[in-house]
Antibody, heavy 127, light 104 residues
């Protein structure tokens, strides 16, 4: 069974930086598409960004509010996913989850769902 | 930009009731990317349904998903005490705002 463990959250001042990490185990990490999802206090889920596996070109995408400030990277040799967050704003305050974006294949059909989630790490941006 | 609108915002029901949750998408989408999640307080979300109608591993058969195009539905046939939670639909990079199923 797959497992994800996030780390690196904390309190940071506006304009500051933080690196979140996500350690993966129990599945073939290099084949996984990995996604960051965040949840502001009392709010819903927000997709932050995704990195596809190298076999799919390693493509990285971000949601507009974080584009140019956040950077996703992966180290397949260490089964690690990272999220570098710069120029942090108070509105980035949230619990950050890493998750696998799994492709479920049935013949020629491929379905998508996020089926392994970490426990989340809390980022608070405040002066 | 695709928008997912879930209704109702809150559903007040009793154990044993049937719950019907709606997810309306602002433009026609492929059902292959439509998923549903359950989230309980203090916990990470859990995948219930992917591909609009396929139950994820270990999900009880009282949970079912249906729909296509712009209208999707999550049905819980008979609510168990552990089903009271918030439910989100998701299409690719977009989540709905959630439906809270609470005890009446």
């Amino acid at each position: 069974e797959g497992q994800l463990v996030e780390s690196g959250g904390g309190l940071v001042k506006p304009g500051g930086s933080l690196r979140l990490s996500c350690a993966a185990s129990g599945f073939i990490f290099k084949n996984a598409w990995m996604t960051w999802v965040r949840q502001a206090p009392g709010k819903g889920l927000e997709w932050v960004g995704r990195v596809k596996s190298e076999s799919y070109g390693g493509t990285i995408e971000y949601t507009a509010p974080v584009r140019g400030r956040f950077s996703i990277s992966r180290d397949d040799s260490k089964n690690m996913l990272n999220l570098d967050m710069n120029s942090l704003k108070t509105e980035d305050t949230a619990v950050y989850y890493c998750t696998t974006e799994t492709r479920f294949s049935y013949g020629h059909k491929v379905y998508y769902g996020m089926d392994v989630w970490g426990q989340g790490t809390t980022v608070i941006v405040s002066s | 930009e695709i928008v997912l609108t879930q209704s109702p915002g809150t559903l007040s029901l009793s154990p044993g009731d049937r719950a019907t949750l709606s997810c309306r998408v602002s433009q026609s989408v492929s059902s292959y990317y439509l998923a549903w999640y359950q989230q309980k307080p203090g916990q990470a979300p859990r995948l219930l349904i992917y591909g609009a109608s396929r139950r994820a591993n270990g999900i009880p058969d009282r949970f079912s998903g249906s729909g296509s195009g712009t209208d999707f539905t999550l049905t819980i046939s008979r609510l168990e005490p552990e089903d009271f939670a918030v439910y989100y639909c998701q299409q690719s990079e977009t989540f709905g705002q959630g439906t809270k199923v609470e005890i009446k």
